[in-house]
Each structure stands twice: as C-alpha cells, then as structure tokens.
C-alpha cells in the first residue's frame, strides 16, 4: 500500500546520506574511544548548566517579573526576552547596531531555535532560488531543496562569498533570475568558518537592494549569525551587522543562544523589519508551537541581563585555546599533505583542503578513519575494532551541482567543539596515517612506470 505523501514527504522518507552516515556511527559509538569530530554539538564545559539551574529557580521565584512561565506563551516570543536582547545588543553596541536603527526592527523569538526560523523562511516564500555560499549550510540547504528551492552556490574563499561573483552568477542565470526567492550568508560559515569580511557584507546589502530594484519586489538577505557571538581570535575584524548598511529593508538577521548558552534552550530570533514576512513568521510559530518554551525564553532572558558577559568571555576563551592547540597540531602533523586550511578564528570548525588526498565516504582515507579497510592490522579485531575518528566529508558540504564538487571530494569539516584537546589531538594523529594510507594505496596502484 502506498501513501500520499507531498513530494516533501517522499523526499524526507530517505534520510540525507549524512544523517546515515552519523546515525551509523552513533549506534556504536565507544566513549573514551572513538573520537568525534563530525558533530556540531557545543563543548559541554561552555554550558552553565549551574547558572541555568540558578536561572530558573530566579523564574520560578519572581511571577510578577517572569508572568506566568510554565504557560503557554505568544508567538512573537517572551517580552522579557525580546527587551533583554534588545538592551544586550544596545549595552554592548552588538554590530555597531545603536537605539535609532533598533528601535526601527522588530525582534521575534523562533519555536525552536534558528532553525525554526529557517524553516518558517521555506514556508512564508514561494519556492524559488536560494543564493548561498559554496561550501554551505548543508543542513539547510538540504532541507531547502526538499522544500522544492533549488540552491544556487557561489564559491567562498577565506574572507567569506564573493559579492561580485554572485552578482556575475545571477546575470549568468538570465530570465530564471525571475525566481530569486532570497539570499541566504552564514556569516560565519558552516562548515568552513569563513569569517564574512565587512566589505563584503556591505557590498552584499548593495546586490540584494539593487536586484530587489530590478525584479520590482523585495529580495531579502538573511544573515545566519549562529556563529557570530564566537569569535574568538582577537586579531579577527569586529563584525559590523548588515543591517546597519540597509537602506532599503532587505537585510534581517538570524541569531542564537545556542552556541554560547545551550542548545537545549531552542532560542533563535530574527531582528529585522517589521511587514508580512515578519507576520508570517509569528504566525508560523503560532501554527507549530505557540511560543518556544516560555520557562526557557524566561530562563534566556535573565542569562542575558545577568551573566552573559562572563558567558561570553568564557566561552570564547575556551574555544579559543583550543583552536591554537588544534591548529597546532593539524599544521604539524597534517600540514604536508593540505593544500588549504580555513577556519579556527570564530566558532569551531576547521575547514581542510588536502592536495591530493580523498576524503569521500568511499576513500581510503574515510574507510582507514572508520576502520572499514578490510586489513585486520588498520580495522582491528572485529570485537574491538581500533579507535574511529569521523568528521564531516566535503562531499556533503559542497552542492552536488556546484562548481566545487572536485574539491569537496578531497575536503572536511574537522570540529573542535565537542571532543577535548586531547582526543582531538590523538585524532589528528590518526588522519595522519589514514593520510599516509591513502598516499601508499594511490602510489601502489599507479601504474608503474615503464621501463626505459
Ligand atoms: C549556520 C547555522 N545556523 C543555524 C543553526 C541552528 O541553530 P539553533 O540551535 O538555534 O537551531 C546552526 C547549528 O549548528 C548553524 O550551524
């Protein structure tokens, strides 16, 4: 018997290859073994889980201040937590962003963190293209496709997506440009952690108000910040918002507490405009949810008026020290076969680039790392297999009709975030092998030179 499932639904029915992927890895996973690099999960030292408990207790403790917490909430989000993110911005000059532009923006909070607000994005426009950087958000861009959007990348390098080229790139679409349903820039990209220079970001305000202008309708940008409040390289540029380069209202921002609080909060929001679209966003969170858990805003807001700075500092100088120690450790013993390494400065990814080694779901390299080669000397005995290290295949980051799928077969994401220095460490040392084993497999099966 079959079932009527929308064209959504069928495509949902298969899980991604990377879900598999990672959910084959979860079933067996060995703590304390296997090593983890794949995941996007924060570093469980960064959660204040004290403090949250402190938090809630506060909440539970004063009802005249957090109404009515363990109810139902509204769809614009708590208004405790919409004036304290409003105030953190404010008291910190978040973006360069000051009381005049805010006052002019509206702030909802998402049902479940920023992908709902994402997922309300595919819902309130028409399916249409969807302009994003190379490699990209692949969970999103994924899940944009299942929604009928056809993603259209542009090729990153170290200082975030090309303005110019993706300017060139919509010329280049002709009369399917009709189609542009928005543009969509992780500012600090995942996978790569390309930090979007402030030129860029600019320039980028200035190609999406000039081809909202010559498609006669608002093409909006949204900047996914997820990863914005992590930069943690001092010598890094200090991010300006793009809002604050918005003329013409096409510019709104997504954000989350996620990273630097706790992703089991679900707190995401968007700052910009208020109009239909912002409506229709609300509007969705009604239709799903009502409100994110009205205890968690509540819990968020007083994080946010009482401690986020030490939040933030700490968080920060956690990631921080571990990327100069994982940096390290890449350069030394990785460097000889990487052709490029981006990431490091914001959030917690290293993007790698190898010259010449494969990093597919079928090479040696991924079958050495999973213990899957065959060779009992890599694999180890069957009953207790020698330590597997995963990350993320660059095949999965980059669009499978982009122009960097070549490149994308000899990619990863590495991430810093949820292991400890150590095991990342020892991890390393095993894709070094696994490096080394790629290398002498693809020599061994060279053809041999002939004899002169
Ligand atoms: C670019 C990007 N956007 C959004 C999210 C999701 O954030 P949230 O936990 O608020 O749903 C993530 C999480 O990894 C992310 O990497």
Redesign the pocket.
């Known amino acids: 018997m079959t079932l009527r499932l929308s064209a959504y639904g069928r495509a949902s029915a298969v899980p991604s290859p990377v879900n598999r992927m990672m959910a084959e890895f979860a079933t067996d996973f060995r703590d304390g073994v296997d090593i983890n690099l794949g995941v ?1 999960y924060v570093n469980e030292k960064t959660i204040p889980d004290r403090r949250l408990v402190e938090a809630l207790a506060e909440v539970a403790a004063h009802p005249e201040r957090y109404r009515q917490a363990f109810n139902y909430g509204g769809p614009h989000g708590s208004p405790n937590l919409v004036r304290a993110l409003r105030r953190y911005y404010l008291e910190h000059r978040i973006g360069g962003i000051d009381e005049a532009l805010l006052a002019r923006k509206e702030i909802v909070i998402g049902p ?5 607000i ?1 997922d309300a994005l595919a819902d309130a426009f028409e399916p249409g293209l969807v302009v994003t950087a190379d490699p990209m ?1 692949y ?2 861009c994924n899940y944009l496709e299942r929604k009928g959007f056809r993603v259209v990348t542009v090729p990153e390098d170290h200082e975030g997506i090309d303005p110019d080229a993706v300017d060139a790139r919509l010329t280049a679409l002709g009369d399917a440009v009709r189609d542009l349903a928005f543009f969509y820039i ?1 500012t600090i990209n ?1 996978p790569s952690c390309a930090i979007l220079s402030n030129a860029r970001r600019r320039r980028l305000v200035e190609l999406a108000a000039d081809w909202s202008r010559r498609l006669g309708r608002t093409v909006p940008l949204f900047f ?1 910040q ?2 914005e409040w992590l930069l943690h390289d001092p010598e890094a540029e200090r991010p300006v918002s793009g809002l604050c380069f918005d003329d013409a209202d096409v510019v709104h921002e ?1 954000g ?4 630097v609080l706790a ?1 089991a909060l ?3 929001f968007m700052i910009g405009p208020p109009g239909p679209l912002m409506d229709a966003v609300v509007q969705k969170t009604s239709d799903v949810g009502f409100s994110a858990p009205l205890a968690n805003q509540e819990v968020a807001a007083y994080m946010l008026e009482h401690h986020i700075a030490e939040q933030l500092a700490h968080v920060n100088a956690g990631y921080r020290a571990k990327a100069r120690a994982v940096r390290e450790g890449i350069d030394e013993m990785l460097g000889p076969f990487l052709e490029d390494r981006g990431g490091g400065s914001a959030g917690f990814y290293f993007y790698l680039t190898f010259r010449d080694v494969a990093t597919d779901t079928g090479s040696p390299f991924f079958r050495y790392l999973t213990r899957t080669t065959g060779d009992p000397e890599i694999d180890g005995p069957a009953a207790q297999r020698n330590p597997r290290v995963i990350y993320i295949p660059g095949e999965y980051c980059v669009h499978p009709a982009g122009a960097s799928v070549a490149k994308g077969r000899r990619q990863l994401r590495l991430s810093y975030g949820f292991e400890e220095v150590p095991a990342i460490l020892r991890a390393v040392a095993i894709m070094r092998e696994a490096a080394d084993y790629a290398r002498a497999r693809r020599d061994s099966e060279r053809p041999a030179c002939p004899a002169s």
């Not at 479940?112 to 709902?116: C, H």
């Not at 989350?256 to 990273?259: E, G, H, M, R, V």
């Open positions: 996007g479940s963190g920023a992908t709902s994402l958000y969970i999103y992780v995942n996914d997820a990863y997504i989350t507490l996620s990273k992703p679900r707190i995401g």
